[in-house]
């Protein structure tokens, strides 16, 4: 256990919460769920409300327990050290005890509220990230493209809640947006805390590329992740040619602003700002997409 003399307030522990439930990728799970069920039901109602606030919980606990995974790591990054367990607010074991019952809780809500074939979908997405991508991110500096599947259950699982075959050309096309997405918001991360990864002992891909290099090949997934998105109109996950030709106008902003990764070696480039930029644009289509289902049936 840590020891630690500080004397903490509610907001600290307010805010090592939200840090150890990583709560704006606990509020995303929730937001491409939501999409996924808006898409199969063509509208919004009640059913997806229980369900979305199992998967917050299964989100949140899965967080948690990557926490209790990687607290000897966190406490060599300063973005890190300030987590529950590494800033000593919390012993490890509490920690986990708390992330054991947030699990089983949501997991347990997920199934009595959506049935069988969510709550294994919500099951698999934390063995995916806790059993298989964590361990693997230690390992290897590709470990974000494998990673990626954890990201398009969420939507997976909205659908079928909808009523939706898994199989589906509409969910497919909006879950390969969001995986192609993953891999350039990463490697921006990457990039931009490049030395506390390295220094926390983690394989990233500055390692095996030149910045410059880097700066391209995410270039290359975002001008794919901009493509990607078009599928979405073209198999019936946007209807209204307005939405359709918004989507492809932010494929192009993101496109042009985004080009400044293949000049790094004349213009330093704020890698932060382009992170955002990026994560805007997918929040835009994500969006665009939701809001476009419930205008066509409201």
Request: glycine letters at 8%; charged letters at 10%; hydrophobic letters at 50%.
């Amino acid at each position: 256990m840590l020891q630690n003399s500080r004397t903490y307030g509610f907001d600290d522990y307010l805010s090592a919460l939200a840090s150890m439930t990583k709560f704006k990728i606990t509020i995303a799970v929730c937001t491409t769920t939501l999409v996924g069920f808006v898409l199969a039901r063509r509208g919004l109602d009640s059913a997806i409300s229980i369900p979305a606030l199992a998967l917050f919980l299964i989100a949140s606990g899965s967080a948690a327990m990557n926490h209790f995974q990687e607290h000897h790591f966190d406490a060599r990054m300063g973005r890190t050290k300030g987590r529950m367990i590494s800033s000593g607010m919390m012993s490890s074991y509490s920690v986990l005890g708390l992330a054991l019952a947030l699990i089983c809780v949501g997991v347990a809500a997920l199934y009595v509220s959506a049935g069988t074939n969510p709550a294994l979908l919500g099951i698999v997405a934390l063995i995916w990230y806790n059993g298989i991508y964590t361990p693997l991110k230690r390992v290897s500096p590709y470990a974000v493209i494998p990673g990626g599947v954890i990201g398009v259950l969420p939507p997976l699982i909205g659908w079928n809640i909808g009523g939706g075959h898994l199989a589906d050309p509409t969910i497919l096309a909006f879950c390969f947006f969001i995986f192609m997405w993953q891999v350039p918001h990463f490697w921006l991360l990457a990039l931009h805390y490049r030395k506390e990864y390295e220094e926390a002992g983690f394989p990233t891909v500055t390692q095996k590329f030149s910045e410059p290099s880097l700066g391209r090949i995410v270039y290359s997934w975002i001008l794919a992740t901009a493509s990607s998105a078009l599928l979405i109109p073209v198999y019936g996950g946007i209807d209204n040619m307005v939405s359709g030709v918004i989507i492809a106008i932010l494929g192009v902003w993101i496109s042009l602003i985004q080009i400044k990764l293949c000049r790094i070696e004349a213009n330093p480039v704020n890698y932060k700002r382009a992170f955002m930029e990026l994560n805007s644009y997918a929040l835009a289509v994500m969006l665009i997409t939701f809001i476009d289902q419930l205008i066509r049936f409201s």
